[in-house]
């Protein structure tokens, strides 16, 4: 089993590498689709919110299937190791990295499904990528769990509500990376601003609650383990961060002065404190030290 | 009408004071400007971007170790530690409570007034979501049906109220209220999930909850983390009266790959009165609760069993010393007290074996007044040997080992617990069930046909906008469907 969730593994990464490269070239058509507008040739612009051009949409079709097979080649590594160990994927960064991932492309495939925005593929596929390398480096031996982490339900629970918050985040991220490269008005070839702004909404409303109620999780974890529900550790304190950053972005989007531009920089800033939230455990020390790097 | 704009009045509303246009000066209109500043959303927004930057600080910036910073020796002990590392910052930082940021003055001051804030935004809030419940604006103006975000005119060749039934009909199976006022004009509007509008109020209201938790616990709650028992030993359960806990046994297991510890057990029993009620396991994650104590597997170390006798034999002392501190040197320490003598005895047992003092399967014995912490003698001695120093005999039975326990009782978890609850389910219902508003406008038309206008004000929601859609579809449909019928 252990040897088969390494097989999955390298497929998957495979199969999300691909895809990539299969959006890379779909964005690519759109540029050319642009510059065929710009000269003249009959461009169409469909629904209210989608831009669709001729763009070699059969390129970005195999993109996306593509990144379906890496999101379920992905689930079946998480699903082999978990009957190898025996739980969740929480024991180490390996196992919680190729999660991560897989909640990304969870949460990608399900605002592409709704919204059809494959250029954010370009910004979100990448921050996968990016974990599934880094699993790639470090140890991915199955250890016995540390008596801390012996509390399996409570931990699996917890971990995978953290997946699906920090992969909707991972979306609201690309959408605020794009809407912050075009003007107002928007540019041609991109999603048009006001969608990109809906997508990282409905992606922080998706990721809020589950945020929440990782931490209220891990805080009921702290109790059944140490006794305390909250102490200010190093992990705790990240999340709570992330918490609050996002709960003004909700704020922001709705406030005069602070709607647009400014939003979108409070869902980078969110994001970034996401991933210090993530790797925080590497540098913090503190009681979510079960990186197995130590 | 719309939660937008209800937040949009709400920020402009803090401008003017109504109180001065009265010309009612004074206590008054400083607390209607309190009140316009607590609610508003500017105010919630940089409180909580301060909230979040000041515990960032505290996860980047090292933090003192509880007790610390109140013990002036300690604490200049452990600024000298991280001197090199802050240089002439760290007395800056320590005078700004940097250090303690979790205790700061910074963080409680805006804590209270984000809660203050919660607190006024909610009350706040209260009676404009009745109204947008209970008793919602029916006849909206002709003008709304063409600027509302969505908005869709229809004309029927059928009269006005076989069109007024048939379009109930599909609202009603689309899950929604339906309400009308007729004054010549038929006024509708149609609402789903009308309940929903609360929960954001119950979520916000949570947070003030969960905070009042954390206050009871940190008022009427205590919390010992080194509730230190050695194998053999009993001790009296704090706040419980007459009430003892014995460690029987204490076990440690450690991966052979790689040494990692695979569980620690402390298996202890507790007596009322000196009658034993339960005898338990302690590990990780599975805590012992006695009469609303806890007590949590912690850490753990060696302890040395000790007797010692006075000079007619009778037993001045007997049990488990832990040792859990470290000297210089990395010797083990632990300590006991002999008040009939007025002395507190340490004991030091040796790690490596290069120690001159103390050979292996010895312990020393160091012996301090109490009252002035003079030392009085220190001597070797070996084990299960009695010896005399001072009058008394000391033995150095055997080794065991200790189990470091917490001990908590915090009455506010409960509070908390039911807070988080209602946090998450207020926000995940105020996320994920949408309040719907639709109004119409009905009018029958000179030809005895009829006109019918909806709109609605949703947030920019795709999905909203398609269930629009097809609302307007299926009333299309149903007028038609019901006239060639
Ligand atoms: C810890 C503090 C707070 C958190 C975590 C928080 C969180 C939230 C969340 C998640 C929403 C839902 C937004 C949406 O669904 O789009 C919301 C809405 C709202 N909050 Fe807060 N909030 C906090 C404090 C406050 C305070 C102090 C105020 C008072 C000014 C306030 C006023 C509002 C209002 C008026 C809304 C409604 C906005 C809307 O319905 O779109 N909040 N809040």
Avoid at chain 1, 10 to 25: C, D, I, Q, R
Avoid at chain 1, 120 to 144: H, N, Q, S
């Amino acid at each position: 089993m252990g040897k088969m969730a390494e097989y999955a593994f390298v497929a998957g990464t495979l199969s999300t590498f691909l895809a990539l490269v299969g959006y890379v070239f779909y964005a690519l058509s759109g540029v050319r689709a642009a510059r065929l507008a710009a000269a003249g040739v009959p461009v169409t612009t469909g629904r209210v919110g989608f831009v669709v051009g001729p763009r070699t949409t059969s390129i970005g079709h195999y993109a996306t299937l593509l990144g379906w097979l890496g999101f379920a080649l992905l689930g079946a590594s998480l699903v082999f190791r978990a009957i190898a160990t025996g739980h969740g994927p929480f024991s180490n960064m390996y196992e919680f990295s190729i999660a991560f991932a897989f909640g990304i492309l969870g949460a990608y495939y399900w605002f592409e499904q709704r919204y059809h925005q494959r250029v954010l593929g370009l910004l979100a596929l990448p921050v996968a990528l990016a974990l599934l390398a880094y699993a790639a480096t470090v140890p991915a031996e199955i250890e016995p769990l540390v008596p801390a982490l012996q509390n399996n339900l409570l931990l699996t629970v917890h971990v995978a509500t953290a997946i699906v918050a920090y992969g909707s985040f991972t979306v609201a991220f690309a959408a605020a990376l794009l809407y912050l490269a075009q003007p107002e008005t928007g540019r041609w070839g991109l999603p048009k601003p006001e969608v990109l702004d809906e997508i990282g909404y409905r992606a922080i409303v998706v990721g809020f609650p589950f945020l929440t109620l990782v931490i209220i999780l891990g805080a009921l974890w702290a109790d059944v383990a140490w006794g305390r529900y909250w102490g200010w550790d190093p992990k705790e304190t990240a999340s709570l961060v992330t918490w609050f950053i996002y709960g003004a972005y909700l704020h922001a989007r709705v406030m005069r002065g602070w709607r647009g531009r400014k939003a979108a920089i409070l869902l980078i800033i969110g994001f970034a404190a996401t991933l210090l939230t993530y790797f925080g455990n590497l540098f913090f020390g503190g009681l979510h030290s079960y990186s197995g790097l130590g | 009408m719309t939660q937008n704009t209800r937040t949009q009045k709400l920020a402009a509303g803090a401008v003017p004071a109504p109180g001065e246009a009265d010309g009612v000066a004074g206590v008054d209109s400083a607390l209607e400007q309190l009140w316009h500043v607590l609610t508003s959303m500017k105010l919630a927004l940089v409180l909580m971007l301060a909230f979040a930057a000041l515990t960032l600080v505290g996860t980047l910036v090292i933090q003192a170790p509880a007790g610390v910073m109140e013990d002036p020796q300690a604490k200049s002990q452990w600024l000298a530690g991280i001197r090199p590392r802050y240089g002439g910052w760290t007395d800056i930082l320590d005078r700004l409570q940097v250090f303690t940021i979790f205790t700061s003055f910074w963080l409680r001051a805006i804590g209270a007034l984000l809660a203050a804030s919660l607190v006024a935004c909610t009350v706040h809030r209260i009676p404009g979501t009745w109204r947008t419940v209970a008793r919602p604006r029916i006849d909206v103006g002709p003008a709304f049906f063409e600027h509302a975000p969505q908005h869709e005119a229809m004309t029927f060749h059928r009269p006005s109220d076989d069109v007024l039934e048939t379009t109930r009909r599909v609202f009603r199976r689309h899950g929604y209220r339906t309400l009308s006022l007729d004054d010549g004009t038929i006024h509708l509007y149609f609402d789903r999930n009308r309940w929903a509008p609360w929960s954001g109020l119950v979520a916000h209201a949570a947070i003030v909850v969960i905070l009042a938790g954390a206050m009871v616990g940190s008022l009427w709650g205590f919390r010992d983390g080194n509730f230190m028992l050695a194998e053999g030993s009993t001790s009296a359960i704090p706040k419980v009266a007459g009430a003892t806990i014995t460690l029987n046994s204490f076990k440690d297991t450690y991966s052979p790959t790689n040494g990692q510890p695979l569980d620690y057990v402390s298996n202890v029993t507790v007596a009322q009165n000196g009658a034993p009620i339960a005898t338990q396991d302690v590990r990780v994650n599975e805590p012992l609760r006695y009469q609303g104590v806890s007590f949590y597997q912690s850490f753990f170390g060696p302890a040395a069993v000790v007797t010692v006798k006075d000079a007619k034999g009778a037993i001045v002392y007997a049990g488990g010393v832990p040792l859990a501190w470290e000297a210089t040197g990395g010797n083990k320490v632990g300590t006991f007290a002999l008040p009939t003598q007025g002395l507190t005895a340490w004991v030091v047992a040796t790690t490596g074996t290069d120690d001159p003092a103390i050979k292996p399967g010895q312990v020393a014995i160091e012996l301090y007044r109490a009252d002035t912490g003079d030392p009085v003698v220190q001597k070797s001695i070996d084990q299960g040997v009695a010896t005399t120093i001072e009058g008394l005999t000391y033995t150095f039975e055997r080794e065991a080992k200790f189990t470091g326990l917490s001990v908590a009782n915090d009455p506010g978890t409960p509070i908390v617990w039911l807070g988080c609850i209602l946090l998450v389910v207020g926000f995940a219902v105020r996320m994920y069930v949408p309040h719907r508003r639709i109004w119409g406008r009905l009018a029958a038309r000179p030809d005895g046909g009829s006109s019918l206008a909806i709109a609605a004000v949703g947030r920019r929601d795709s999905g909203f906008d398609a269930e629009f859609t097809t609302l307007v579809t299926d009333i299309r449909q149903a007028v038609t469907a019901a006239a060639r019928s």
